[in-house]
């Protein structure tokens, strides 16, 4: 069966080249900047008037439409752009890149998209929504630093762990099952001071999308989302810059020509001081974090275009000499535009990615230090073919070495209880094959198909372990062992992904669209906690752990009114995981040389309705989100086999959103957030076992945590530009949680304290909130 789906949708392709050919045709293309900086421009629409069909321009800012002879006037056209038009006289292939000039009375601007105006209803994409940078500026933030991750925890369909984390969870799905690039290279821990900020820079974030469901054939790996972040490329006109000083940390940005029009350059970097307030205050405690982002690229001509960019991010918290923690991400992606001929468009990329992480503990007798880390290599190549206006293909291949250490403990002393361990390195290569094709079937239909092909190998050099009884985590009793040598092959798993969306227009303001994708994830997160914490380690699909599967329906009707000024959209999805990753209960996860004897796979099943209204245009914009949801797991082995809600499951969220330009000198902004507490393991009772104090569990996340809900307040003062100055300045204002509402994060249980200082036998249940109301100002400046 799932081999027919991919003869199928071969079949159909091969047709629409057909079709595509039979006449002979002329392409024009190019790419579509910013007049001003030079900055590509993503998804700006190109439209041929004669026609009235189009297109738009691709990650890159290019794009290709193919016509038969004749005279045309092609528009371009961006939010917050002069529309421009060019007459074309096509008698042979034609190059026309374009610049548009940015409007000199800044225009409305849209919440959540930067697309069309009514792209809402007439593209193709459901399931996805596009961040603009200058409204997420505009929001509150936690300490005045701008957030995306914040502004996702803000939309349909994506649930929050809690306050102050960048963890989120997307349709039923949990926190590692969400793919997170920055310039295609992956980050496996997204947060800095444990979720107070994320590792995205704002200063430097040229656009970014979020894909819950409908997601196209060249993106793989997760089976809930996919959060793909851009960094701008610089400036490549002139020299520019801009900085931010806050309470907690401070920013700058630095972009430039490198050879005008050519060549340009970005880097910018961010650190915290909290260390310094420490120091200052005769404290020997040292809690920072920093990160910094740069990129280079080159235009040798049209046909050939290089770029490489880097991140770098670390956060260290050290306690006095004896003990202390930090962790990192670190990524490097070199990526090679080149135009083979006027249709056929390639992406080229090489990628590294390393996360690691390492605890330390100064004590002549109990002294260790203890490291774990991921590294990634990929090559990817990903190719555009414009068949004709009606049809876009893409296809390509990715390929990526994947090396695992999940743990070397040292001693730190010679008399250190301690010995060397190390856990078994573990290796993998993950293949991908895919292609994919976008049809404009009619004026009413559009549809969008493809399939990709995972093939994973878990390969050596390790030793693999054979157990009497792999499922029993008390007693496993190893029996036999098999050695396999460096990229031996251990265990292939392979699989089909057939995706599929279509869109139906009722009318001009209205349509309905649905899709379907399957996903399949081959790494694992070792983790039974909710909110994911930089120490916990990941594995690849074993002999004992199998691929996760997903399988998403989803349907949705969406209208925009006035004249584009408001946008609905309504979704309802269904999604089925087989062999979801869970770990068996009091499950032992710390170095544990037979951590394979704890996994336990199932089966989750997540169904939801998503609500969304937003105000595009005026000085009040907006949007109100409302979620109603459940994600529910059903595991052998955990729970005593009962079905249980996952520790994510929040059956409503609420959220509303506004920002209000009142002049050029003030801006304000404001959300509110309601959703009802997420389900979490208490004990029910305790019992004493040899002198000790058990608690006693009855029921998997069988306590829900009260309700949460927050409101926030921001105001954006910029002062009057002097027309000799060459900068310019802005205060940002905001208030964190108003009226001081003291949200639950968890729960635990320690021993009662008695009135005069010491413990009872007896332990009481505590909850453990965050923040209370947090003002904070930040200052910002921009050249």
């Keep these: 069966m799932k081999y027919s789906c991919f003869v199928v949708i071969l079949t159909t392709i091969f047709f629409a080249f057909q079709e595509a050919v039979a006449q002979e045709k002329y392409t024009v ?162 947060s800095h001071l444990f979720g107070l900020f994320s590792v995205f820079n704002a200063d430097v974030i040229k656009d970014s999308e979020l894909y819950k469901g409908g997601i196209p054939s060249k993106y793989g790996g997760r089976l809930s989302s996919i959060l793909e972040v851009r960094t701008k490329d610089g400036n490549n006109k002139k020299l520019g810059g801009a900085a931010g000083l806050g309470l907690l940390a401070s920013r700058f940005m630095l972009e430039g020509p490198i050879k005008k029009d050519k060549s340009s350059f970005i880097v910018s970097g961010r650190r915290s001081y909290v260390d310094l307030f420490l120091k200052a205050a005769d404290e ?25 960019a880097l991140y770098l991010g670390r956060d260290v918290f050290d306690f ?41 503990f100064d004590d002549p007798a109990q002294g260790f230090d203890w490291r774990s880390n991921l590294q990634e290599f990929s090559f990817k190549e990903d190719l555009n073919y414009f068949l004709s206006p009606s049809n876009e293909m893409e296809f390509g291949y990715h390929v990526t070495y994947r090396r695992f250490e999940p743990g070397d403990l040292k001693p730190t002393s010679e008399t250190s209880l301690f010995s060397r ?35 994973f190998q878990n390969i050596g050099d390790q030793t693999v372990y054979i157990y009497e009884n792999p499922k029993d985590n008390i007693d496993p009793n190893r029996i036999d062992s098999v050695s396999y040598g460096a990229f031996e092959n251990i265990k292939t798993y392979v699989n089909l992904e057939p995706r599929f969306s279509a869109r139906y227009m009722l009318n001009a303001y209205s349509s309905i669209k649905a899709s379907y994708n399957r996903m399949v994830q081959n790494t694992h997160l070792i983790s039974s906690g909710t909110v994911p914490i930089p120490f916990n380690t990941w594995s690849p699909s074993n002999p004992y752990l199998k691929p996760q599967l997903a399988d998403q329906v989803a349907i949705g009707y969406f209208r925009n009114l006035k004249d584009n000024s408001y946008e609905f959209s309504s979704e309802v999805y269904y999604k089925d995981v087989q062999n979801v990753t ?8 710390f170095f544990n040389r037979d951590l394979v004897t704890e996994y336990r796979q199932g089966t989750s099943q997540a169904y939801g309705l998503e609500l969304m209204v937003q105000k595009k245009k005026g000085d009040l914009t907006g949007f109100v989100s409302y979620t109603l949801s459940k994600a529910e797991r059903d595991v052998p082995g955990v729970n005593n086999n009962a079905t249980f809600l996952a520790n994510y499951d929040r059956r409503h969220a609420l959220n509303l959103v506004a920002t209000y330009d009142l002049n050029e000198q003030w801006q304000f902004g404001s959300n509110f957030t309601y959703s009802t507490g997420r389900p979490i393991t208490v004990p029910a009772g305790r019992y004493e076992y040899d002198g000790y104090q058990v608690d006693y569990i009855t029921e998997r996340n069988g306590y829900q945590l009260p309700a949460f809900h927050r409101l926030d307040f921001s105001a954006t003062y910029v002062p009057k530009k002097n027309k000799g100055r060459k900068w310019q300045s802005s205060w940002v204002f905001s208030i964190y949680n108003i009226y001081s509402r003291q949200n639950t994060f968890t729960i635990y249980t320690r021993l009662k304290e008695l009135d005069n200082g010491d413990y009872s036998t007896e332990k009481e249940a505590v909850e453990l909130s965050l923040f209370p109301i947090l003002p904070s100002v930040t200052y910002n400046i921009r050249f």
């Design 284 to 308: 020997e405690n040292t809690v920072f974090f920093y990160d910094v982002n740069a990129k280079v690229n080159w235009k040798h001509n049209n046909n050939n275009r290089f770029f490489f």
């Design 320 to 360: 006095g000499d004896t003990f202390g923690f930090n962790w990192g991400n670190a990524t490097s992606t070199f990526r090679w535009n080149h135009l083979f001929n006027e249709r056929l468009f390639s992406n080229t990329s090489i990628i590294a990615s390393n996360f690691d992480y390492q605890l330390k």
């Design 29 to 190: 293309n190019g790419y579509v900047k910013d007049a001003e900086n030079g900055e590509e421009l993503i998804g700006a629409t190109v439209v041929v008037k004669e026609k009235a069909t189009g297109t738009v321009t691709n990650v890159y800012g290019f794009y290709a439409i193919s016509l038969t002879t004749g005279e045309y006037t092609i528009q371009y056209s961006y939010i917050g752009y002069q529309t421009v038009e060019r007459q074309v006289s096509l008698t042979s292939d034609t190059e026309l890149n374009v610049e548009l000039p940015v409007l000199a009375t800044e225009m409305d601007e849209i919440i959540i998209t930067d697309e069309a105006l009514d792209a809402n209803v007439s593209d193709i994409k459901m399931s996805k929504n596009d961040l603009d940078i200058k409204q997420v500026k505009k929001l509150p933030a936690l300490f005045g630093e701008p957030d995306i991750i914040k502004t996702i925890q803000l939309l349909p369909g994506v649930i929050s762990a809690g306050e102050g984390t960048s963890s989120f969870f997307v349709r039923g799905g949990s926190a590692d099952q969400n793919l997170i690039l920055i310039d295609e290279a992956p980050i496996y821990d997204p």
């Design 421 to 455: 361990q190390q856990l078994d390195k573990m290796f993998a290569l993950d293949h991908a094959f895919y292609v994919g094709n976008q049809q404009k079937v009619s004026d009413r239909v559009t549809l969008r198909y493809g399939v990709r092909l995972s093939i």
């Design 582 to 589: 869970d770990f068996a209960d009091n499950a032992q996860l």
